[in-house]
């Protein structure tokens, strides 16, 4: 993760001020820009072209078209892609042993070559065109569910830092699509009106305390806040109209350069719509990049395949 630590360095400067130009054309809908229809793996992993970008799919040798799957799909951070996202978090396993089809996408480029979400407005479309990546990702849900059978009540979207305030994105704009996502070291909007979902979306916000990038207590990239890993939770549990009380849970040991049960782990439940949760794990100790040890990718996956969509 060598590289990937020097990209966000540069890219978070934005936590002290933040000179980047993101000069990068919108997004067309998901669709091959060469006007022949991608060749979707059917097992095993392949890329495909969607809108212009690559989209990377895994899909697990148990996938039966004669029943529905869940989808989980994973969103990089600024200066990151999906590869690297892949290395970071390990699901391609989990997907191998859950059943899941996993979908990890490129986001646009910059002008400096480097990869990012149009997610909430601190982060990180910071100048220039902004692609319209809440519709761009939509419609690439869309397109996975018209290539393979897909629980459409089991649809999960995992994001790390600039892809994490793109889940959070997600959630706001596209409820009726998505049952729960995982938010690891990003935020949601500031400004609690610019979300709002038309259903519960269950939430596990992942926060290191010593973030170095996006700040625990809050901040602002490039003169534009983004809130507090707790006003975060708290905006979710608002959202999701859940009762403040919280339950404590067994700390859990994520990271592999921490003592052991390094993180703390907080779950709402009551009386929340619709059968969703909120939980806000802490990693005590933490940096933006943790050093993810084996046990991360199975105690993500647990949560998000607990959730489902209510039946309409």
């Given at each position: 993760?060598?590289?990937?630590r020097?990209?966000v360095?540069r890219a ?10 993101a ?7 998901p ?5 022949s ?10 890329t495909?072209?969607?809108?212009g970008?690559?989209v ?5 040798d148990s996938?039966?078209?004669?029943r529905p799957?869940?989808?989980?799909l994973?969103?990089?951070?600024y200066t990151s892609?999906a590869?690297?996202?892949e290395t970071f978090?390990?699901?391609?396993p989990?997907?191998?042993?859950r ?5 990890y996408?490129?986001?646009?480029t910059?002008?400096r ?8 407005d601190?982060?990180c ?12 990702l939509?419609?690439l849900i869309?397109?996975v569910q018209g290539s393979?059978?897909?629980d459409?009540a089991r649809?999960y979207?995992i994001g790390h ?5 793109m889940a959070?994105?997600?959630a706001?704009?596209h409820a009726?699509?998505i049952?729960?996502?995982?938010a690891?070291?990003g935020a949601?909007w500031n400004?609690?009106a610019?979300?709002?979902?038309s259903?519960?979306?269950s939430?596990?916000a992942?926060?290191s305390t010593d973030?170095?990038a ?5 901040g ?7 809130p ?22 067994p ?6 350069d921490?003592p052991?049960a ?7 439940r009551?009386?929340?719509?619709g059968?969703s949760?909120v939980?806000?794990?802490t ?10 040890g084996p ?15 209510p039946?309409r």
């Amino acid at each position: 993760m060598a590289r990937h630590r020097w990209q966000v360095a540069r890219a978070v400067t934005a936590v002290v001020a933040v000179m980047v130009t993101a000069a990068c054309g919108a997004a067309d809908r998901p669709g091959p820009s060469s006007g022949s229809p991608p060749v979707w793996p059917a097992s095993g992993t392949g890329t495909v072209e969607i809108g212009g970008r690559p989209v990377t799919v895994h899909v697990p040798d148990s996938y039966d078209p004669a029943r529905p799957a869940p989808l989980v799909l994973a969103l990089h951070g600024y200066t990151s892609d999906a590869p690297e996202l892949e290395t970071f978090l390990r699901l391609t396993p989990e997907s191998d042993r859950r059943g899941f089809v996993y979908v990890y996408p490129d986001g646009s480029t910059d002008d400096r070559g480097d990869r990012f979400w149009n997610a909430t407005d601190a982060c990180c479309g910071l100048s220039g065109a902004k692609p319209d990546d809440s519709r761009y990702l939509s419609d690439l849900i869309s397109t996975v569910q018209g290539s393979y059978r897909i629980d459409g009540a089991r649809v999960y979207l995992i994001g790390h830092s600039n892809g994490a305030f793109m889940a959070f994105r997600m959630a706001c704009d596209h409820a009726d699509q998505i049952a729960a996502i995982v938010a690891v070291n990003g935020a949601t909007w500031n400004d609690p009106a610019r979300c709002r979902p038309s259903e519960p979306v269950s939430v596990l916000a992942v926060h290191s305390t010593d973030d170095e990038a996006i700040a625990f207590t809050g901040g602002a990239i490039d003169g534009v806040a983004y809130p507090s890993a707790a006003t975060t939770v708290t905006r979710w549990l608002g959202y999701d109209r859940c009762a403040s009380a919280g339950r404590d849970a067994p700390g859990l040991d994520l990271v592999t350069d921490l003592p052991a049960a390094e993180t703390s782990v907080r779950t709402y439940r009551q009386d929340c719509a619709g059968g969703s949760s909120v939980q806000q794990w802490t990693i005590n100790g933490g940096t933006h990049v943790p050093h993810l040890g084996p046990a991360f990718a199975p105690a993500v996956t647990d949560f998000l395949l607990s959730q489902a969509e209510p039946a309409r």
